[in-house]
C-alpha cells in the first residue's frame, strides 16, 4: 500500500530575507518524499495559518535568522490552534539563543533546529513523529 | 612569459617527475581524496608550474598595481601608504545604543563606520507599523525619523569619519537625513563621504529586502548617482555586493559573475539615463565575500578586479583610469562561522581576513565569532577588530603589493575563475540582462547552496565541530540580548516626533516627493526637504509606494 506523502509548509515569518536554510530544508524535504510548499518571505503569522489551512499541512516548520523569532513563532502556534489545528507540528530554525528554545517549546514549538543541523535530523524528527503513535 | 622552449622543457622535466617521483609515493600511499576541486569545481593540481601560466602576458593580464587592468590592485604602492579601511558593520537597538558602539569602535581605532539598520528600517516601514512588531532594532538600529539619526551621529563629527550604510531600497532616504545632519553639525555635503549600498538587484537574487519593482527602483538608484556627481562628489553612491550572493550559496566564479552582471546593468541604466559615464563611474564601489578556500578567495579578487576594468574600458567605452579600477569593501564570510566551539570561528575569520588584504581590499569587516548565535557583544567584536589589525600590523602581510602575483598557481586561479566568470556574464547577458535573469541566478544559486549542505553531510566537506572533530560544550554565556521592551520606547519617540513637528510642512513636503516621482524631476531634493521636515521613513516610503508599486518575489526553490 502506497503511504501518503507528509505535507509541510516551510515559512518565513517576519521580515527577515535570510532564506538559504529555508530553501535547503525544503528541498532536503522534498527529496525525502514530503510535499513541500514555500511561503516566500515576509510572512505575516496570519498568513502563515492560512497557507497551512489551505494546503492542509501537517508540518509548520519556520525560520527566522532576524531575532523576532520569540515574538513571531508562538502567534502562529496560537493561530493554529485558534482554527482547531491542534494536530500540525510546528517546527523552528535559524539563529535561535539556547535560552530561548525552552520558552518556544513552551510556547508549543516541537523542536528547534540550530546553525549546524543535518537535513537528515530534520526528515528523521518529522517521520518519526507521523510513524510513532499515530 | 616564459618562452615556448623552456615550456616545453619543463613539460618534458614535469612528466618525468610524475612518473618516476610523484606516481610511487601515490601508489604506496593513496591521496586523501580522488580529487581536489575548489568550491567554484575547479580542479586543484598537485602541482602547479611555469606550463600552467605558459599564456600569460605580463602587460595586458597582470600591468602594474594602480593602472590597468588593476589585476595587482588599485593603489599603486597598496597599504604602503595606508591600511584598509577597518570598518566593523555595527548597529543594533536604538540610536542611543548604536551610538555607544560607534563610539566605542573608534575609540579602539577603527578608521570608518558601518551602520546596520533593523529590518523595519530596511523596507522602509516605521516602527509604529504592524508588520514591523518583533524585529525593531532587532538586527540593526531602528531609524523612523531624522531625530533618531542626529542621535546616531551625535559627537561624531562627518566631517572627519566615512561611514557605510547598509541600506538598499530605501537609500535615498537614509542618504538624504545623512546630509541633512552633516548640515545641522555644519558640515557641506561636499564634505562628507561614505557609502550606501543601495544595491537592488541583490536584494531580488539573494538579501529580501526590496519594496519597489525593478523599473522605478533603477531609477532611484540612477538619480542618486546624478544628484551625488554634482553635490555630494565624495560619496560611494552604491556597493554593488556579491557578499549577500555568497552567503546565500553561491560558489566564488559565481559571485564574481553574478555581482559583475549587476553592476553591468546599473552602468547601462545611467547611461540610459542620460549620465556620463565618466561622471558616475568613479564612485561606483563593490562588496565581496571572503570565505574558505583561501587561494581561490585570492584569486577572485585579483580577476574581479580585472573583468570590471575590461568591462569598463571595452564595453562601457570609459576613458578615466578611475572608472576602469574596481575598488571593494569585504566582509569575512558569515556562512561559514559555527554555532558548535564558537572559539574557532576566530581562527576562519582570521584566515579569510588575511585572503582579503592579499587580494587587494579597500576596507575589512571582521566577523565576530558569536554571530551563528547572536548578534555580537562588546568583548567578541574587539577579538574581531585585534584580528584585522594583527594581519595589518604584525605580520608583514601590508607591505608588499600583491604579494602572491606571480604564483603559478594563483595566476592559473585567477584565469580559470575569469573564464568561468565570464561564461556567466555571457549567459546573463543573452536573457537580457541581471534584471531579467533574477531567478536564473536565484536557481543557481540554490544549486550550489544545497550541493554544499549534502556535501557537509556526507563528509566530503570538513567543517570542524559539525561534522568533526565533534564535542560535548556548555551552552554560551554573555551573548547580547536585544531588549524586547525597546520596540515601544521606540514607538513612543515617534509618536513625540510626530506630535512636535510642523504637521503642515511634513504633508506640503511629501506631496512634493509624490509630484516628483510621478514625473521625472531628480528624487533626491524634495526627499531631503521632507526630512529635514521630520517626515518619517514609513511616510516618504508610503508615498512611493502608492505612486512606484511594490515588487512580488517568484517563488524558486
Not at chain 2, 619543463?10 to 600511499?29: P, R
Request: one cysteine or more; proline letters at 4%.
Amino acid at each position: 500500500m502506497e503511504k501518503k506523502p507528509i505535507r509541510v509548509v516551510v515559512a518565513k515569518p517576519g521580515l527577515d530575507g535570510h532564506d538559504r536554510g529555508a530553501k535547503v530544508v525544503a528541498q532536503a524535504l522534498r527529496d525525502a518524499g514530503m510535499e513541500v510548499i514555500y511561503t516566500g518571505l515576509r510572512q505575516t503569522p496570519a498568513q502563515i495559518v492560512e497557507v497551512a489551512i489551505q494546503e492542509d499541512a501537517q508540518v509548520v516548520a519556520l525560520s527566522s535568522l532576524s531575532g523576532a523569532h520569540m515574538a513571531l513563532f508562538p502567534q502562529v502556534v496560537k493561530g493554529l490552534q485558534a482554527e482547531g489545528l491542534n494536530d500540525v507540528l510546528v517546527l523552528g530554525g535559524g539563529v535561535i539563543p539556547d535560552d530561548d528554545i525552552p520558552g518556544l517549546k513552551e510556547a508549543g514549538v516541537a523542536e528547534i533546529f540550530t546553525p549546524g543541523t543535518d537535513t537528515r535530523d530534520i526528515v528523521k524528527y518529522i517521520e518519526a513523529h507521523f510513524n510513532g503513535g499515530k | 612569459m616564459f618562452d615556448s622552449e623552456k615550456i616545453a622543457q619543463i613539460g618534458e622535466a614535469k612528466a618525468k617527475w610524475q612518473e618516476n617521483t610523484l606516481a610511487k609515493v601515490v601508489k604506496k600511499n593513496p591521496e586523501r581524496q580522488p580529487e581536489f576541486k575548489t568550491d567554484s569545481g575547479i580542479t586543484m593540481n598537485t602541482l602547479y608550474t611555469p606550463e600552467d601560466v605558459a599564456d600569460l602576458d605580463y602587460a595586458n593580464d597582470l600591468g602594474f598595481p594602480g593602472e590597468y587592468p588593476f589585476t595587482r590592485g588599485v593603489q599603486p604602492n597598496m597599504y604602503r601608504g595606508r591600511h584598509w579601511t577597518m570598518r566593523q558593520y555595527a548597529g543594533f537597538g536604538t540610536a542611543e545604543q548604536t551610538n555607544e558602539r560607534f563610539r566605542y569602535l573608534l575609540d579602539q581605532g577603527q578608521t570608518g563606520l558601518s551602520c546596520a539598520f533593523d529590518l523595519p528600517t530596511q523596507i522602509g516601514y516605521d516602527s509604529d507599523d504592524d508588520l514591523s512588531q518583533g524585529e525593531i532594532g532587532k538586527v540593526g538600529v531602528a531609524i523612523d525619523t531624522m531625530a533618531d539619526m542626529e542621535i546616531l551621529f551625535n559627537s561624531i563629527p562627518l566631517d572627519k569619519v566615512s561611514t557605510s550604510m547598509t541600506i538598499n531600497a530605501p537609500a535615498a532616504v537614509l542618504l538624504a537625513m545623512y546630509i541633512a545632519v552633516a548640515e545641522k553639525q555644519g558640515v557641506s555635503s561636499d564634505k562628507i563621504s561614505g557609502t550606501i549600498q543601495n544595491d537592488i538587484l541583490k536584494e531580488y537574487i539573494a538579501r529580501g529586502t526590496y519594496i519597489f519593482p525593478p523599473a522605478p527602483s533603477m531609477r532611484l538608484i540612477t538619480d542618486i548617482f546624478a544628484y551625488c556627481a554634482e553635490k555630494v562628489p565624495n560619496w560611494n553612491t552604491i556597493s554593488i555586493s556579491g557578499y549577500h550572493i555568497r552567503e546565500a550559496g553561491s560558489s566564488a566564479a559565481q559571485e564574481i559573475a553574478f555581482t559583475l552582471a549587476d553592476g553591468v546593468a546599473y552602468v547601462q541604466a545611467a547611461i540610459n539615463a542620460g549620465l556620463d559615464v565618466d561622471k558616475f563611474a568613479p564612485r561606483l564601489s563593490f562588496f565581496f565575500n571572503s570565505h574558505m578556500n583561501f587561494f581561490e578567495e585570492i584569486a577572485k579578487f585579483r580577476a574581479a578586479r580585472r573583468i570590471w576594468a575590461k568591462i569598463m574600458k571595452e564595453r562601457f567605452g570609459a576613458k578615466n583610469p578611475r572608472s576602469w579600477a574596481l575598488r571593494f569593501h569585504t566582509q569575512t564570510a558569515g556562512s561559514t562561522l559555527t554555532a558548535q566551539q564558537p572559539n574557532v570561528n576566530i581562527m576562519r575569520v582570521a584566515f579569510q581576513a588575511l585572503a582579503a588584504a592579499l587580494g587587494g581590499t579597500q576596507s575589512l569587516h571582521t566577523n565576530s565569532k558569536d554571530e551563528a548565535l547572536a548578534l555580537p557583544n562588546e568583548e567578541s567584536v574587539l577579538i574581531a577588530l585585534r584580528t584585522q589589525q594583527v594581519v595589518g600590523y604584525e605580520i608583514n602581510a601590508a607591505d608588499v603589493v600583491d604579494p602572491l602575483g606571480g604564483s603559478y598557481y594563483v595566476e592559473s586561479l585567477t584565469n580559470q575563475l575569469e573564464a568561468k566568470a565570464m561564461e556567466y556574464i555571457q549567459k546573463i547577458d543573452d536573457l537580457g540582462g541581471a534584471p531579467n535573469a533574477i531567478e536564473y541566478m536565484q536557481r543557481e544559486i540554490q544549486a550550489s547552496a544545497y550541493r554544499y549542505q549534502k556535501s557537509v553531510e556526507n563528509g566530503e566537506t570538513i567543517v570542524i565541530g559539525v561534522n568533526k572533530f565533534q564535542m560535548k560544550e556548555e551552552p554560551p554565556k554573555g551573548l547580547l540580548k536585544v531588549d524586547p521592551a525597546l520596540g515601544e520606547s521606540q514607538k513612543a519617540k515617534l509618536k513625540k516626533v510626530k506630535e512636535s513637528r510642523d504637521n503642515a510642512a511634513v504633508e506640503a513636503a511629501l506631496a512634493r516627493v509624490k509630484a516628483a516621482a510621478e514625473g521625472n524631476e531628480n528624487l533626491m531634493p524634495p526627499i531631503i526637504e521632507a526630512v529635514k521636515a521630520y517626515a518619517s521613513l514609513g511616510e516618504i516610503c508610503g508615498v512611493l509606494r502608492n505612486v512606484f508599486g511594490e515588487y512580488r518575489q517568484q517563488i524558486i526553490f
